[in-house]
């Protein structure tokens, strides 16, 4: 049975404990991550006792309630801790659709969806599973990439790790505002990231690390998200300093070296954007692609 439980009303032990066993449990989903990107402002379907969940994060424009994917959850849709349970997924749509009338959301990879019942647009992230060695990570790699990392090593790089997220939001501000303002992110959001950040620092699942120069002067930086098997690749800024020197690079292999045999599965959140892909892709990225759903 699916019950449609308003926030108040959610469990959030059973609710995070259904996350922790859940089948494709990713960190987005927990309560508490939730609690911050959305502003509090989201409610659910529950199957059963929380044997599987779907979030619905939701906002209003004019009056009109609307499911919608907040900024920094890349994938939600339904999480459950057993495979026969990816059946509830179509019921669970349907009810989204029966309660708003505007709704655009997200699944996750572990979500399939019948495109002839609901409007879906395939998007895509870029997996590197971190469980060889380094030398066999390495030589993944492309040649542009390690054609730019040689470039990179010429400078006198230094990795440093960041208390909090203060120096990744001033860049984002400076270096990314054109960027920022066309993803239509407000300052809100910003510092929605901001909390998040240092939130999932007190919790022991982010580091900040950043790339500097001799005199401590920071080029590139980025917050990896690390819960649920995954290093997840959240946000990332350089200045052009930076990216003509291929700071970040030299960071992503710095990280690759770090957690190498680790067993994570390292996600670049993206992209559709075919510059970045080939980016990604460069350091031995895969295509993996999940679905954003929306009323027919």
């Not at 409007?119 to 993944?140: I, N």
Request: hydrophobic letters at 40%.
């Amino acid at each position: 049975m699916i019950r449609y439980v308003q926030h108040s009303d959610i469990d959030r032990a059973q609710w995070d404990a259904c996350i922790d066993a859940a089948v494709n449990a990713m960190p987005y989903a927990y309560a508490w991550y939730l609690d911050i990107v959305s502003g509090n402002s989201w409610d659910a379907l529950v199957v059963d006792d929380y044997r599987a969940v779907f979030p619905i994060p939701v906002t209003r424009r004019f009056f009109v309630r609307k499911a919608y994917e907040p900024f920094f959850t890349q994938q939600l849709g339904l999480f459950y801790q057993h495979t026969d349970d990816a059946q509830w997924l179509t019921a669970c749509l349907e009810e989204v659709s029966r309660r708003f009338r505007r709704w655009r959301l997200h699944l996750n990879t572990g979500n399939t969806v019948d495109a002839s019942v609901f409007h879906v647009q395939m998007r895509r992230t870029h997996h590197v599973q971190l469980s060889g060695s380094y030398a066999d990570l390495e030589r993944a790699y492309s040649t542009q990439t390690h054609r730019n990392l040689k470039r990179a090593r010429q400078h006198p790089w230094q990795v440093l790790e960041l208390p909090d997220a203060s120096m990744l939001l001033a860049m984002r501000r400076k270096e990314l505002a054109d960027v920022i303002r066309q993803g239509r992110q407000k300052e809100d959001d910003t510092q929605r990231l901001g909390a998040l950040i240092n939130e999932c620092i007190r919790r022991g699942k982010g580091r900040v690390l950043a790339a500097a120069g001799p005199n401590g002067d920071v080029q590139s930086v980025v917050f990896l998200l690390n819960s649920n098997g995954k290093l997840i690749y959240l946000s990332a800024v350089s200045t052009e300093t930076g990216k003509k020197l291929h700071a970040m690079t030299f960071l992503i292999d710095h990280i690759f070296q770090s957690y190498a045999a680790s067993g994570l599965l390292f996600d670049f959140e993206g992209s559709m954007q075919p510059g970045l892909a080939r980016y990604y892709q460069g350091f031995g990225g895969v295509a993996v692609p999940f679905a954003v759903v929306s009323r027919s």
